[in-house]
């Protein structure tokens, strides 16, 4: 069966550069969740979408930019980056807005340098 | 705002033996889902069980089951007959079931680590 795929899976990236994520959800599923885990960390909500409009926002820092497009993929758009911001970003996807079960990505694993 | 708390940092287990990790939250809410993940060396997050908040028998998926506790705000996890492949990092996780402003967004614990020793 289809999963959520997420790319690119691992990327190096230098402070003050811009790093894109893209994630495109499982067939006929409608809303894309990010989330980001830091080190040890447990994963932390960033922002939703469902039809392509922002649900919901977390704790998603003003220099990240998030949208979903008319195919449904969604990409996290991260600019002046931090040493603060290599995690691992996964994605998320449901069927039926916020109701539906959540399937996850593999995750993209951003490190700064 | 909804929190969950995972005061097990890191547990173990002999292969074959039972293991309970445990997961309180709290909320004002009462239409909720709780759920148990999986995340092995590979990170990959996987749905181990949910939970429906109004329902009061407790979840079982084959060598799991959750002891739900909806007064107490508890939430635990069994994992009988515990296997080499059980072991990975588990998040309890909440869901409200209200809408709207925290629409499907899942709310998770700090994790508890699972070894299984052979």
């Known amino acids: 069966a289809a999963g959520v795929i997420q790319s690119p899976r691992h990327l190096i990236k230098e402070k003050r550069e811009t790093a894109t994520l893209k994630c495109y959800p499982i067939?006929?599923?409608?809303?894309v969740y990010w989330y980001q885990q830091g080190p040890g960390q447990d994963p932390q909500f960033l922002i939703s979408?469902?039809?392509?409009?922002?649900?919901d926002k977390g704790s998603i820092p003003d220099r990240f930019s998030a949208q979903q497009f008319s195919d449904y993929h969604s990409e996290l758009n991260m600019s002046s980056l931090e040493l603060g911001d290599s995690a691992l970003y996964f994605c998320a996807s449901s069927a039926g807005g916020w109701t539906g079960e959540l399937f996850f990505g593999e995750g993209s694993r951003l490190t700064v340098l | 705002a909804q929190t969950v708390t995972q005061s097990q940092p890191e547990m173990s287990v002999q292969e074959a033996e039972t293991v309970t990790l445990s997961c309180t939250y709290d909320?004002?809410?009462?239409?909720?889902?709780l759920f148990w993940y999986k995340q092995p060396p590979s990170r990959q997050m996987i749905l181990v069980i949910r939970?429906?908040?109004?329902?009061?028998q407790n979840a079982t998926e084959n060598r799991f089951s959750v002891n739900f506790q909806k007064a107490a705000k508890s939430f635990s996890l069994k994992i009988s007959d515990s296997q080499l492949g059980d072991a990975a990092m588990y998040f309890c996780a909440y869901r409200s079931d209200a809408g709207g402003t925290s629409y499907g967004k899942l709310t998770f614990g700090q994790g508890t680590i699972l070894t299984v020793h052979p």
């Open positions: 067939p006929r599923h409608d809303t």
């Open positions: 909320t004002s809410e009462s239409d909720y889902y």
């Open positions: 979408f469902y039809e392509k409009m922002q649900s």
């Open positions: 939970q429906e908040a109004y329902k009061q």
